[in-house]
C-alpha cells in the first residue's frame, strides 16, 4: 500500500500561495492522489483528488508529477481561514487500504 | 457539507458500560465508514459498510461492533468501554468506489 511523506508543519503569509508538498514514490498505476484538510476538531474536508493530470477546483489545484511520484497542493491566495492539517493520501478505493499519516500542520500568519 | 450527523456529539462513560454511536445521513450513499483519530496517529478505520447489512472489519476492529439495518444509519458500539477507547470517532460516506470521503464532525468520547 502505498504511503505518502509529507512535511510536518509550513508557514504561509496571508494572500500568498501556500504550496503543500507530498511525496509518493510507491503509488501504485491505480491509485488516485487525494487532498483532505483538517480544521481545529472537525472532520477531515475533501479539498481535490487526481489520478494522472493536474485538477483545479474552487478550492485549490493540484499538480502531479509526470512520474506519479510526487505532487503539490497549491492554495492559490491562503487566508487565515486556511490554517488547518492537511492530509495527502493515495488510494485505489479498495475500503481496507486507506493509509492516513500525520499531515502537514499549515498556519498562516497576517 | 455532505449531510452527515453524529450523535452524540460528546459522550463520558465509564469502563465496563455499553456505549453506541449513531451516524446518520441524508445523502443516500452506499459505503459507511467508522473511524478513530488519536494523538500521534493518522485516521484509522474500524469498521465500514458497502450496502445494507453487509460490514467488514478494518485495522483496529477489537472491541468494536457495528450495524446497518438501514442505508441512512450506521451505528457503533463499545460492547464494554475500556480507557483506550477514549478518542473521536469520525463517520465518513461515499457514493462509489472511485469517490472521495465526506467526514462527518465527530463524536469525542470519554471513558473514565
Known amino acids: 500500500d502505498a504511503k505518502t511523506t509529507q512535511p510536518p508543519s509550513m508557514d504561509c503569509a496571508e494572500g500568498r500561495a501556500a504550496n503543500l508538498p507530498c511525496n509518493h514514490s510507491?503509488?501504485?498505476?491505480?491509485?488516485?492522489v487525494y487532498w483532505y484538510r483538517q480544521i481545529h476538531s472537525q472532520g477531515p474536508q475533501y479539498i481535490i483528488h487526481g489520478l494522472k493530470n493536474n485538477e483545479t477546483n474552487e478550492m485549490a489545484s493540484l499538480i502531479i508529477t509526470e512520474d506519479r511520484k510526487s505532487s503539490t497542493l497549491i492554495l492559490p491566495h491562503a487566508t487565515l481561514r486556511d490554517t488547518a492539517v492537511y492530509y495527502c493520501i493515495v488510494w485505489a478505493g479498495n475500503n481496507r487500504k486507506l493509509i492516513w499519516g500525520l499531515g502537514t500542520s499549515l498556519a498562516v500568519n497576517p | 457539507d455532505a449531510g452527515i450527523t453524529q450523535s452524540p456529539r460528546h459522550k463520558v462513560t465509564e469502563t465496563g458500560t455499553p456505549v453506541t454511536l449513531r451516524c446518520h445521513q441524508t445523502?443516500?450513499?452506499?459505503?459507511m465508514y467508522w473511524y478513530r483519530q488519536d494523538p500521534g496517529h493518522g485516521l484509522r478505520l474500524i469498521h465500514y459498510s458497502y450496502g445494507v447489512k453487509d460490514t467488514d472489519k478494518g485495522e483496529v476492529s477489537d472491541g468494536y461492533s457495528v450495524s446497518r439495518s438501514k442505508t441512512e444509519d450506521f451505528l457503533l458500539t463499545l460492547e464494554s468501554a475500556t480507557s483506550s477507547q477514549t478518542s473521536v470517532y469520525f463517520c465518513?460516506?461515499?457514493?462509489?468506489?472511485?469517490?472521495?470521503?465526506?467526514f462527518g464532525n465527530g463524536t469525542r468520547l470519554t471513558v473514565t
Open positions: 445523502e443516500n450513499h452506499r459505503y
Open positions: 465518513a460516506i461515499r457514493d462509489r468506489v472511485e469517490s472521495p470521503l465526506h
Open positions: 510507491t503509488i501504485s498505476g491505480n491509485e488516485y
